[in-house]
């Protein structure tokens, strides 16, 4: 059964340091996203992307976030200069789109940022 | 903008068991969908159970099953027959249909811990 991977599974990182999360979509899909749960507390949405480009973004996702898809399979959320608050787990997720879009969620990547 | 509340933090049930988790939602919208994660330890978020709006029948998928009530704003998750595989985190999500690409809206998730 096709599925979402993250890579890597846990991130550490320093703080001011850049960090580029990645994610490999089910490969028929056009729509992705990331999501983001700090420990304890809810997932939040991040942003959404399609047709190589965002289509939505939550007030989180500021200068500091990027993401792209830089090959046909790819795609990756950048953290320019991390900070103490961004660790956390971020999910990825994909949907094939259409009136009823199921989206499928990877495994997640645990960042923390020291 | 909408919102989804899930008011127990943590809850726990005997093998074997019924429970139900609670979830309520805001939202000016007549059409949309609701749903049901399991996030179990191994943290990779899985769809239990969904529901569209303008459906009255309340969807069952197995031992899961939904009360969906829309009048209410309220959507709850009973699980049957709970195995010790049910422990996990679940989350209440919602999704307007008609914005492209809609993000869910998550509540803040019940810890649910089956005991044998």
């Known amino acids: 059964e096709p599925e979402v991977t993250q890579t890597p599974s846990h991130q550490v990182t320093q703080m001011g340091q850049e960090v580029i999360l990645r994610c490999v979509p089910i490969?028929?899909?056009?729509?992705f996203y990331w999501y983001r749960q700090i420990l304890g507390q809810k997932v939040e949405f991040l942003v959404s992307f399609y047709n190589n480009e965002i289509s939505e973004k939550s007030e989180i996702f500021d200068d500091q976030f990027s993401v792209e898809r830089p090959d046909g399979s790819n795609f990756t959320l950048k953290i320019r200069s991390t900070k103490l608050e961004d660790s956390a787990m971020y999910f990825c997720a994909s949907t094939l789109g259409g009136l009823y879009n199921e989206q499928f969620f990877g495994p997640g990547t645990r960042l923390t940022v020291l | 903008a909408q919102t989804v509340t899930q008011s127990q933090p943590e809850m726990s049930v005997q093998e074997a068991e019924t429970v139900t988790l609670s979830c309520t939602y805001d939202t000016s919208e007549n059409n949309y969908y609701l749903f049901w994660y399991k996030q179990p330890p191994s943290r990779q978020m899985i769809l239990v159970i969904r529901?569209?709006?303008?459906?009255?029948q309340n969807a069952t998928e197995n031992r899961f099953s939904v009360n969906f009530q829309k009048a209410a704003k309220s959507f709850s998750l009973k699980i049957s027959d709970s195995q010790l595989g049910d422990t996990a985190m679940y989350f209440c999500a919602f999704m307007n249909p008609y914005s492209g690409n809609t993000p869910l809206v998550f509540g803040k998730g019940t810890r649910l811990s089956v005991i044998a």
């Open positions: 490969s028929n899909h056009l729509y």
């Open positions: 529901q569209e709006a303008y459906k009255q």
